[in-house]
Nanobody, 125 residues
Framework: QVQLVESGGGLVQAGGSLRLSCAAS????????MAWFRQAPGKEREFVAV????????DYADSVKGRFTISRNDANNTVYLQMNSLKPEDTAVYYC??????????????????WGQGTQVTVSS
């Protein structure tokens, strides 16, 4: 059974930084894309960043490009999201996700089958 557990959220002032972690278990981590999404109150879940298996594709939402960095460590089955220069509009619950199939790489949350429980990020102005 695939499990994803996020950590690292919290309250930070605008301009600050946080690093989120997502620990995966239940299958061979390195064979699958990993992505981060976020959902603010009253809004739909939106794509933040994706890191394919073997690093063939790494991409970001325009709203976070240049400020966020996704990385993964296949040796310890963990994906990270380094968030710098945080803005109040980054406030949301952040989720990591991975698809059922190894060939799936997508920006759409509907294409992801396994999700973590989410971690709250709050950026104060």
């Amino acid at each position: 059974q695939v499990q994803l557990v996020e950590s690292g959220g919290g309250l930070v002032q605008a301009g600050g930084s946080l690093r989120l972690s997502c620990a995966a278990s239940g299958r061979t981590f390195s064979n699958y894309a990993m992505a981060w999404f976020r959902q603010a109150p009253g809004k739909e879940r939106e794509f933040v960043a994706v890191f394919s298996s073997r690093g063939l594709l790494i991409d970001y939402a325009d709203s976070v490009k240049g400020r966020f960095t996704i990385s993964r460590n296949d040796a310890n089955n963990t994906v990270y999201l380094q968030m710098n220069s945080l803005k109040p509009e980054d406030t949301a619950v952040y989720y990591c996700a991975t698809p059922r199939n190894s060939g799936t790489i997508s920006y759409r949350p509907q294409q992801y089958d396994y999700w973590g429980q989410g971690t709250q990020v709050t950026v104060s102005s």
